[in-house]
């Protein structure tokens, strides 16, 4: 039996978060396909989103308290998965994260629709202000605490700022990403990058 036969089944308890998914989900595939129609974000409204959906405009407001929220999620949505870290040592963690940064960058550049999303929503504070808070501050928070791991566990000395080595980690990629369109992204750089900048910046050993 699918979900949906479930929910309509005689005598089955009526549950609201399998059909809210759904619901969410043709929300956020409306939004796409304004986005698809070359509306840009500003003319975005949530009455036109809700009937480009299917919904209501309280249903929106029930799951996001406005459009900087929504885009937000519309986004995320669009982009790779936030990567699974291996756990197994401060450099496979990093590879891991710069890999999400460098596919991110692959597909705005093969996603014309993500590249316009992400050149308005610069353009738009409020909107650029959610995406900073929701989605690139605590991956920043979590490139310092693998840093500050690495530390503390004595695979990086401790005299380095682990802030600026995160953003000289985080530079290569964004430059080649979205300052130089033109560079290549190539399998291998998210290792190559890391293994480059943490050359020479591990602890010493006692023995040498």
Known sequence: ??????????????RGRPRSEAV????????MKLLEEGVPLAELSIERIAR?????????YRRWSGKEELFVDVVRAAEPPDPELP????????????????????????S??????????????????????????????LQ????????????????????????????PMLVRSVMRPDAELPEGLSEQIVDTVLEGLRPVSSAS
Do not use: F
Not at 52 to 60: C, E
Not at 87 to 110: I, K, N, Y
Not at 118 to 132: E, F, G, V
């Open 24 to 31: 969410e989900r043709a929300i956020v595939e409306g939004v």
């Open 52 to 60: 480009t959906a299917g919904v209501g405009k309280a249903t929106i």
């Open 87 to 110: 756990g197994t040592c401060m450099r496979d963690d990093l590879v891991a994260l710069l890999e999400q940064l460098r596919q991110r960058g692959v597909v705005s550049r093969t």
């Open 144 to 171: 310092l605490e693998i840093l500050r791991r690495g530390q503390r566990n004595g695979e990086l000395r401790t005299d380095v700022d682990v802030d600026v080595l995160n953003d000289i980690l985080v530079g």
């Open 1 to 14: 039996m699918s979900l949906a036969d479930s929910r309509t089944a005689p005598g089955a308890p009526l």
């Open 112 to 141: 014309m629709i993500l590249h316009n999303v992400y050149a308005q929503m610069k353009s738009s504070p409020k909107i650029w202000c959610a995406y900073h808070a929701t989605v690139i501050e605590p991956r920043r928070r």
